[in-house]
């Protein structure tokens, strides 16, 4: 056989071997039953989208302050000290809040509470409504450098909410800031303001023209994201919260705005602290219970989320072998797989 002639048998088997699949294929299409169903078409036609899976409740309690009235001081002089909107928003915030909160919105003269949220221009007539709304045993609730200047926002000496809370000149400074970093502030445990809460439940918020009070009377406490306390170099930490006794009435001051928070945890978080505030600073009596009282020893839990970084759980194994204590590690199993002899 030429090589001709071996070409062109090759060709003829493979064109036969092409029109067999094709006449295979057309009779398995004729008489194969279709692998989708004939009504598919009508199943979906009013299926609804999937929701996904239900979300999880929250552990943490629903603040309510229901049977207190409040009333916010506005001074629109302020919109001079801050960026378009943002004096309005905080004020439109606090507003919606309470209301979520169940608290009645008053006349001053009527109101349990007085806001004055980031009131840095205070004129006279605001300052003798104050001071006589703390003479009356009622409360006050301010966040920021509030009274910093006077009604037509000349600079003053002191603050107003500095001279209320009795931390002096000085106490109050701007919240140092870190390039890139986010800001924190700690809950402390047992204390009015983390009511309801775990001890060391951590907020997050922007920087946003934050200020610190120097006392060793804090509520909240700046920090890093590892809740360590920030300026501890200096004779207290910073403050990010305070409340006193002024005469027969009560100031909270708050060194940061709700409207600063970031994230849903830090929202929702702030709204117990200001369900606390308020009603604190009404009057109300407030109580929790501590952890572990007269003196018990509390059980501890420590934990470590490590991931892929099994380096940073040695940190975890050095704490627990200084007391001869156990440990269960949960790894991934991926992770597991994929590195056996770090795992072991």
Known sequence: MTDQSLRRSILGVSVGAVLLIAALGVLFWRVLPSPVPAHAGRVFTDARPYKGTPILPSSLPAPMARGI??????????????????????????????????????????????IAPQALCLGPVQRRQIQAHLARGRGLITTGAVGAYDGVCTPLRDTLVASLLGIGHGAIRPAP??????????????????????????????????????????????????????NAGRPYFDAAALRAAVGPGRVVAFGFSPSDLVGEWSVDIGRIV???????????????????????????????????????????????????????AFIVGSLAQADPVTTQ
């Open 69 to 114: 009235r409040a009333a916010i001081l506005v001074e629109p002089e302020n919109v001079r000290l801050s960026q378009a909107g943002a004096y309005e928003g905080a004020v439109r915030l606090w507003r919606e809040t309470l209301l979520s909160l169940g608290v009645e919105i008053v006349s001053a003269e009527n109101a349990d509470v007085l």
């Open 177 to 230: 800031r870190r390039v890139n970093d986010a800001h924190y502030a700690v809950l402390l445990g047992e204390s009015v303001l983390g009511a309801h809460m775990p001890p060391g439940a951590r907020i997050e918020f922007s920087p946003a023209g934050q200020i610190v009070f120097l006392s060793n009377a804090r509520e909240m406490l700046y920090c890093d994201f590892l809740r360590a306390p920030m």
């Open 274 to 328: 200001i369900s606390n505030a308020v009603q604190w600073a009404a009057g109300h009596t407030m109580f929790q219970l501590a952890p572990w009282p007269e003196g018990k020893k509390a059980a501890a839990v420590m934990a470590i989320d490590v991931e892929a970084d099994y380096q940073n759980a040695r940190d975890a194994l050095d704490a627990l072998a200084k007391y001869k204590l156990p440990g269960t």
